[in-house]
């Protein structure tokens, strides 16, 4: 993983859709940054959905949210339309410099079609969450983020593609 330098200048660096870098926009207040895998994986529109879900919370605790993705910002943007998170500020990273820099790792076999994972990934297909086309590396894993004064102050990384983090845990700060 980056050193706390490297991550607070590739925060510094990483611009979001509101042309915002998200360094700065942690410095407004605490940022949920999600990195998501590829918009076809059933997984990420099950993401997607706990988001949407529970937006209110996260947002009612003073956190805004950041989307990370591998595609590109409009087809993105018409993916998170779908899901009532267009108006939600994201970062494309095709070339996965932001997963990189952050630490996150692209998945081995059992992470990414293990007995657990292909358990998931039929409830998940059954609630809706149907797959699609490949838009990114499909070995990638994904991770969630709390940002806040261009730092990253908690992280969750997936212990594979199906993992599902508390969202509303990991956006509050903690309260000294």
Known sequence: MSTSTESATLLGHTLT??????????????????????????????????????????????????????????????????????????????????????????GRMMQLIGPRVLCAWVRSSVAGHLPGRIKGDPLQLPGAFLLHHGQVIKRHSYRDAADRPDYVTLATPQVA
């Open 17 to 106: 859709s509101s042309g915002e870098s998200l360094a700065a926009l942690s410095e407004k207040s605490p940022v949920l940054l999600v990195l998501l895998r590829h918009e076809g994986c059933t997984f990420c529109r099950n993401a997607m959905s706990d988001i949407a879900r529970l937006r209110r919370q996260i947002e009612g605790a003073g956190t805004r949210i950041v989307l990370g993705h591998m595609g590109t910002s409009g087809e993105f943007a018409d993916f998170a339309a779908r899901y009532g998170l267009a108006d939600i500020a994201a970062v494309a990273d095709p070339q996965r410099t932001l997963y990189k820099g952050l630490g996150l790792q692209r």
